[in-house]
């Protein structure tokens, strides 16, 4: 079974910053993570879900929405099956429930989901 968990969601300050886990499990995953590009979205509430940043399942290639360009950044471990979020500066604006994903190399669409990680922003 293939499984994404997301970790470190919670309350903080403006200004504060938070680092978001996902870990992969199953035989799948903990096998060929890195035929899977990873991606962190969010929805906030009444929102539409959104793509906030990705990363290729080698970790070379990156890519940030300008929304958060300079605040996010993504970046993955292979050996511990495990994508982060790093996010500084955060503003109350980026209250959301935050998911990862994972896509193979050979689709077109992120087709596996973590249950998401709430993060709460006040001001």
């Known amino acids: 079974q293939v499984q994404l968990a997301e970790s470190g969601g919670g309350l903080v300050q403006a200004g504060d910053s938070l680092r978001l886990s996902c870990a992969a499990s199953g035989r799948t995953f903990i096998n060929y993570f890195i035929n899977y590009a990873m991606a962190w979205f969010r929805q906030a509430p009444g929102k539409e879900r959104e793509l906030l940043a990705a990363?290729?399942?080698?970790?070379?290639?990156?890519h940030v929405v300008d929304s958060v360009k300079g605040r996010f950044t993504i970046s993955r471990n292979n050996a511990m099956n495990t994508v982060y979020l790093q996010m500084n500066s955060l503003k109350p604006e980026d209250t959301a429930v935050y998911y990862c994903a994972a896509r193979h190399r050979s689709a077109n669409e992120y087709s596996t989901w973590g249950q998401g990680t709430q993060v709460t922003v006040s001001s």
């Open positions: 990363v290729d399942g080698s970790a070379r290639n990156t």
